[in-house]
């Protein structure tokens, strides 16, 4: 039986195994599933490690979908408020243009009429 496996690393166990004369044997072989072990138990716990790191991750990135949503829908909702100012505006343009074409009609008028009146006097 190997001494203290339960404190020693799996290098430790190899180097004792690589020392052993005949690796054949029955202590040869607890040190083959000692090593065995060890390195499951090491990549379990690195698995362990990594699904928690990868559910952080996905959290995050569940939070930052969630906060570019509502960015969205303020962006969505400043736009149709820009889009609405914008058609009033033009609104305001369009009888504002009308309503001076109409004035710039009525004042060639009024001209048309007094130089009419001004050439039958003369």
Known sequence: MIEGVDQKTEEQLLEEFCRMKDHSTLLGEQYS?????????KI????????SGLHRVNQSLRDGIESTE???????RLTKWLVIVGVLQTICLAVYTYQTHKLVEISAKQLEFQFQVTKNKI
Do not use: W
């Open 33 to 41: 599933a000692a090593v065995a072990v060890k390195c499951a138990q």
């Open 44 to 51: 379990s716990n690195r698995m362990e490690g990594l699904g």
């Open 70 to 76: 509502a960015y969205s829908k303020k962006i969505t």
